[in-house]
């Protein structure tokens, strides 16, 4: 199972961004997914999830001005980013729980990650 983000750029402060991030492999079922980011210096720190039932929750400092969506028939998880401050500025990594088929017929699960997308927002 593999996870490609895409969509990270530059932006000015109060521009916005979409990032993808979008499965691929033997996938039987995707539960969770979710955004995290990493700025410099810190910790990973997650930003939005959302079940497969399309419940969401985020993070206080992004409540509002960030929308985390799903296609569940893409396996695809997006993150519309508006308002975007420079405090936003971080590399951006999609995670998702994934039950993997293999092809013996037996079903795993697991957590995946995205490579990471680089957003910066300049003042």
């Known amino acids: 199972v593999q996870l490609a983000e895409s969509g990270g750029g530059l932006v000015h402060t109060g521009g916005s961004l979409r990032l993808s991030c979008a499965a691929s492999g033997s996938i039987s079922r995707i539960d969770d997914m979710r955004w995290y980011r990493q700025a410099p210096g810190k910790e990973r720190e997650l930003v939005a999830s959302?079940?497969?039932?399309?419940?969401?929750n985020y993070m206080y400092s992004v409540e509002g001005r960030f929308t985390v969506s799903r296609d569940n028939a893409k396996n695809s998880v997006y993150l519309q980013m508006s308002s975007l401050t420079p405090e936003d500025t971080a590399v951006y990594y999609c995670?998702?729980?994934?039950?993997?088929?293999?092809?013996?017929?037996?079903?795993?699960?697991?957590?995946?990650w995205g490579q990471g997308t680089q957003v910066t927002v300049s003042p």
């Open positions: 995670n998702a729980d994934v039950l993997e088929m293999y092809y013996d017929g037996t079903y795993v699960a697991g957590k995946y």
């Open positions: 959302i079940t497969s039932a399309g419940n969401t």
